[in-house]
């Protein structure tokens, strides 16, 4: 099986400070895998750095054969916050259009909202496509953004914690989805989590990163160690802030 993210001794310095240090590890085509470890541990920043957001101090990280960012149309990512929720008068559809297009759309054609319509429905989401970000719960909101990380057909889905801010219906009710998700053998996901449940149930490997790589296997080898364990459920997610302007390192 082919990779779909290669990180290769990569470290990230940001404000001075560095963040990330010696780190790697792959993810192959297919592969669902669980990014655990500690609040401040660096998952959050791994996440943009591969999507070309975060320089490289050194290292190198490959996305599907290709550089961070090269392959942005192929990448699908569900971030921790979602700011343009409080910050824009916008609905559901406008917000999927706008991935597919990879711009904001002046208009949602009949087309582009059946089509972001299609995609709400395959996360249980399909009532949404009018609703306005603003109206919408947490367990709501967190269906339109995934929805739109699906929006190109991503062969590489990165998810920063998609548990954060839900109740426990909310979130047993998005471990589903998840689970569907991860039955699909084309595509290769990477899931920051503190859920244990989610862990054993989606990931086919687990990485624990705590700024170095402290494991990295299948989740029976990496919990096999007690202090692996600790490490990996220390924290928790955190709380999504609509209007946050900048994502926390998780």
């Given at each position: ?7 290769r001794?990569?470290?990230?310095e940001l404000?001075?400070?560095r963040?990330l ?5 792959e993810?192959r085509?297919?592969e669902?895998?669980?990014l655990l470890?500690?609040?401040?541990g660096?998952?959050?920043t ?5 999507l ?15 550089g961070?960012?090269?392959?942005a149309?192929?990448v699908?990512y569900l971030p921790?916050?979602?700011a343009?929720g409080a910050s824009?008068p916008?609905?559901?559809a406008?917000v999927?259009?706008a991935?597919?297009r ?5 208009r949602?054609?009949a ?8 995609l709400?429905a395959?996360v ?5 496509v009018?609703?306005?970000?603003r ?5 709501e ?15 590489l ?10 109740d426990e ?6 471990l ?6 991860a039955?699909?053998?084309?595509l290769?996901?990477?899931?920051v989590?503190?859920s ?35 490490a990996?459920?220390s924290g ?13 390192d998780a």
């Open positions: 099986m082919s990779l779909a993210l290669a990180v001794d990569v470290t990230v404000g001075g400070r963040v240090e010696g780190v790697s590890f993810v085509r297919g669902f895998a669980a470890g500690p609040n401040g660096g998952k959050t791994l996440l943009r750095a591969a070309g957001l975060v320089p490289l101090r050194s290292g190198s990280i490959e996305v599907l054969g290709a961070p960012g090269a392959a149309a192929a699908g921790q916050t979602k343009a824009l916008a609905r559901a406008d999927i259009v991935a597919r990879g711009a904001w759309p002046l949602v054609g087309a582009d909202r059946e089509r972001a319509r299609e709400l395959r249980g989401g399909e009532r949404l009018d609703s306005p970000l109206g919408l719960s947490g367990g909101l967190q269906r339109v953004y995934l929805a739109r990380a699906l929006a190109r057909d991503p062969a889905l990165l998810l920063d914690e998609p548990f954060a801010g839900l219906r909310g979130r047993a009710e998005f589903e989805l998840l689970s569907g998700i039955e699909r053998s084309e290769a996901a990477l899931l989590t503190h244990e449940a989610a862990v054993r149930r989606l990931a086919d490997r687990a990485v624990l990163l705590d700024r170095s790589l402290q494991a990295w296997g299948t989740p029976e080898l990496v919990f096999e160690r007690e202090t692996a364990r600790a990996a459920w928790h997610d955190h709380e999504a802030s609509r209007d946050a302007r900048c994502e926390d």
